[in-house]
């Protein structure tokens, strides 16, 4: 990740909570989970010590720069350096001794064939094993297969006498872009731990205190119910996201309007509104990574992951939404080479940097390689996009919203930030040549945005027919055209 540069505000007076015991806390892993986890820890009461073994992230964070954009991290950071609740440190050994807790976070990529790499978590075990003895506990905060715990806890026992720490989990529920308020009011505390005595529970408990004291629910059950409901959470969702796709594709092809349908079934107290929403599809570092993992768990135990395949084969298709959109208003695929299209976000949701398996990212990739010249804008997301993106002389990178639309044909919506959803449709139409937009998140006001004599192509949704001020502003932008050739093999039919 690239670092973005915080403003330096002076951290605010921290009044945190006096926890009954402060407890002595390293936290392995200074990522999004992290660094959220130590910073709040520390807001908890303890004094703990955060651990990265990228020796250049953790002098930046040491300094008070937080190098991934999540609203209200740097602050509360910056909070817990000045209270000296937390320090940051590369040397691991060091950071492990005398602690009653050890978290650790670090990261458990995906390989190609779905199975987790659990490299660092190896890595970390091993210091953990030399250094670590019992009453203290080792509570995995990172999403691991079913069955992790337990190996981890079994490679301890055979490294350590007889007093070696015990392993639980407490896998990790915290979205980017809301990520503080998730780890400090969660919606439920998992523990997983297969102990025969709730010591160490306790004293993980006791970590938590301030949000057990707030009345946060607290579930307790054995490693593998807790490894596989975190797996099994991520699934749903994407589930949901999938199944909604796949109904937006019916609605497409019927005439009916997804949006519509969504309120249909969402006010069914059953089924709810959330996660219903069509679009390009999920992304990011947990769904895709979470649901092949589920799937090759299954795999393994021969058993079938029909409703897993499913959710990912729709998610494949659906990020080649607006790319097929684009190709079927152009009429073929070598029509596609010359266009000007620019892509408004880049970040897989709005609220964060991360670009990691962002929807837009593969379609950026897509046209390209089709030959269409792109201009690509986010609000913070510029410097991790860049360095996901292979390089291609003809992409360009934006400096503003606006700035994307120079010289473009058509905008595709793949994030809705705030400001997309607020821009003014009479600019985007002023400045594109073909006036469409492809909006992948159904995130525009369409009524308002065709008014402005644009052609919105949503998903799952209808059309909307062009008003009497549209069809006046197409008439003259198309008198404009005829006066100066299209870059791409023609116009698109845009009152149609
Ligand atoms: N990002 C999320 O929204 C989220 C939410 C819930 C759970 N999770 C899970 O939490 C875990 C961490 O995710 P993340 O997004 O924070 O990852 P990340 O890549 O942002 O951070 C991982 C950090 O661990 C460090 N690290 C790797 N090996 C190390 C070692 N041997 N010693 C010390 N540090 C080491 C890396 O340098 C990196 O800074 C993953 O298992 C992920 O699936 C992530």
Redesign the pocket.
Same mark, same amino acid.
């Given at each position: 990740?690239k670092l973005i540069a915080t403003e330096c505000r002076p951290p605010q007076p921290d009044t945190a909570p006096q926890p009954r015991r402060a407890l002595r806390i390293a936290v392995?892993? /200074?990522?999004?989970?992290?660094?959220v986890t130590a910073a709040c820890l520390a807001r908890c009461g303890h004094a703990v010590v955060a651990?990265? /073994?990228?020796e250049a992230?953790i002098a930046r964070l040491a300094d008070g720069h937080v190098d991934?954009y999540e609203p209200g991290l740097a602050d509360l950071m910056r909070a817990q350096l000045v209270a000296q609740r937390l320090r940051f440190t590369?040397g691991?050994q060091a950071a492990l001794r005398d602690v009653d807790l050890v978290f650790v $976070?670090?990261? +458990?990529?995906g390989r190609s064939d779905g199975s987790t790499e659990l490299g $660092?978590i190896d $890595? &970390?075990m091993r210091?953990i094993a030399a250094v670590v003895r019992a009453p203290s506990v080792v509570v995995i905060? /990172? +999403? &691991?297969p079913v069955g992790t715990a337990q190996v981890l806890q079994r490679q301890l026992d055979e490294a350590g006498d007889s007093d070696a720490p015990r392993v639980l989990c407490s896998? *990790?529920?915290?979205? *980017?872009g809301t $990520?503080v308020a998730d780890f400090l009011q969660p919606e439920r505390i998992l523990i997983g731990d297969d102990g025969s005595d709730d010591a160490a529970q306790r004293l993980l408990l006791a970590a938590y205190a301030p949000l057990v004291d707030a009345g946060i629910p607290v579930l307790a059950m054995d490693t593998r119910s807790a490894e596989l409901s975190?797996h099994a959470a991520n699934a749903a969702l994407a589930m949901r996201i999938s199944f909604v796709n796949e109904i937006a594709s019916i609605a497409g092809a019927t005439g009916a309007d997804i949006e519509k349908v969504c309120d249909g079934i969402g006010s069914d107290r059953r089924i709810g509104r959330s996660f219903l929403r069509a679009g390009l599809g999920y992304g990011? /570092?947990?769904f895709p990574?979470?649901v092949a993992a589920l799937r090759e768990t299954a795999r393994r135990h021969n058993v079938r992951s029909d409703m897993l395949q499913a959710t990912e084969r729709i998610n494949d298709r659906q990020r080649c939404w607006a790319f097929n959109e684009l190709q079927r208003d152009m009429g073929s695929r070598g029509r596609l080479r010359g266009l000007r299209v620019a892509i408004w976000g880049l970040a897989f949701k709005p609220g964060t940097d991360?670009v990691r398996c962002a929807p837009s990212l593969a379609l950026a990739d897509r046209l390209a390689r089709a030959g269409v010249r792109l201009a690509l804008y986010d609000p913070v997301a510029m410097a991790n996009a860049r360095a996901a993106l292979a390089h291609d002389r003809h992409t360009r990178w934006a400096e503003s919203a606006g700035d994307a639309l120079t010289g473009a044909d058509a905008l595709v919506l793949a994030t809705e930030w705030d400001e997309f959803v607020a821009f003014d449709p009479d600019a985007v139409a002023a400045a594109l040549r073909l006036r469409t937009v492809y909006d992948g998140r159904n995130a525009l006001d369409a009524a308002r945005w065709t008014e402005a004599g644009l052609r919105v192509v949503q998903v799952g949704r209808p059309i909307l027919p062009p008003s009497a001020r549209s069809l006046r502003l197409n008439l003259a932008a198309e008198q404009r055209a005829r006066r100066v050739p299209l870059r791409a093999a023609g116009p698109l039919d845009i009152a149609a």
């Open positions: 990740m392995i892993g /200074s990522g999004y989970v992290g660094l651990v990265d /073994s990228d992230k991934v590369t691991i $976070a670090v990261d +458990t990529p $660092a $890595a &970390v210091d905060k /990172s +999403t &691991v896998p *990790e529920f915290l979205r *980017e $990520a975190k990011g /570092s947990c990574k979470d991360d």
